[in-house]
């Protein structure tokens, strides 16, 4: 059973650009989390997806966007990229409705480098 | 707002020995906690899962505790290896669905 993978697993980019990121689930996942991963604030909760209906938001700018399609697939967008949004960038993929019962699989992540 | 408090410094242990982990939780009372290990330049790989109502849970030679009282979950390593080497980060459900509050984590050091 393949993993949660993401792409691309590197990307630099310039202050005032625009980054979309790719999360493909475990097949058969239809929940879908974002997170980001910095050495001062730890992993934050950036949205949560499910069957294409955004269920929860952490607090970010609006700047962060996200959207999920009909095969679970998930993107993440940051527009008018800031230094401050360099990081590692996780997704998550679950197979429950509910937060009870259900282990979160991480990709490997998306280390984005603002410059 | 939930606060998740891990002891930011590592623990360095020798191999064989016992590691212990501690996280506590304020302003909150989460139905569930779970532990994920994370390696360098990796994701993290979830571990174990307790729920309010249980006081113990085990995984080969991994144990979680979660005292709702203390408002506080242990994490143990037993027999620890050099292979446990990793940082360790508990997670509280929120409440609302998938999503997860982390602590900043601990890193574990186990030492031949």
């Known amino acids: 059973k393949a993993g949660v993978t993401q792409t691309p697993r590197y990307l630099i980019k310039t202050r005032g650009q625009q980054v979309t990121l790719s999360c493909s689930p475990i097949s058969g996942h239809r929940s879908v989390s974002w997170y980001q991963q910095t050495p001062g604030q730890g992993l934050q909760f950036l949205f949560e997806y499910f069957s294409e209906t955004q269920r929860n938001k952490g607090n970010f700018p609006g700047r962060f966007s996200g959207r999920q399609f009909s095969n679970s697939r998930s993107e993440m967008n940051v527009s008018t990229l800031e230094l401050g949004d360099s990081a590692l960038y996780l997704c998550?993929?679950?197979?429950?409705?509910?937060?009870?019962?259900?282990?979160?699989?991480f990709g490997q992540g998306t280390r984005l480098t603002v410059v | 707002s939930q606060k998740i408090e891990q002891n930011s410094e590592a623990l360095n242990i020798q191999e064989g020995k016992t590691a212990t982990l501690t996280c506590n939780y304020t302003n909150y009372s989460p139905a569930y906690l779970q532990w994920y290990r994370q390696d360098p330049g990796r994701g993290p790989v979830f571990l174990l899962l307790?729920?309010?109502?249980?006081k113990e849970k085990r995984k080969e030679r991994l144990k979680v505790t979660f005292d709702t009282t203390l408002k506080q979950s242990l994490f143990h390593v037993t027999a620890s290896q050099p292979a446990d080497s990793a940082t360790y980060l508990c997670a509280l459900d929120s409440g609302g669905y998938n999503k997860l509050i982390f602590g900043a984590g601990t890193r574990l050091a186990v030492h031949p």
């Open positions: 307790i729920r309010e109502n249980e």
């Open positions: 998550a993929s679950s197979s429950g409705w509910e937060t009870v019962n259900t282990e979160a699989f």
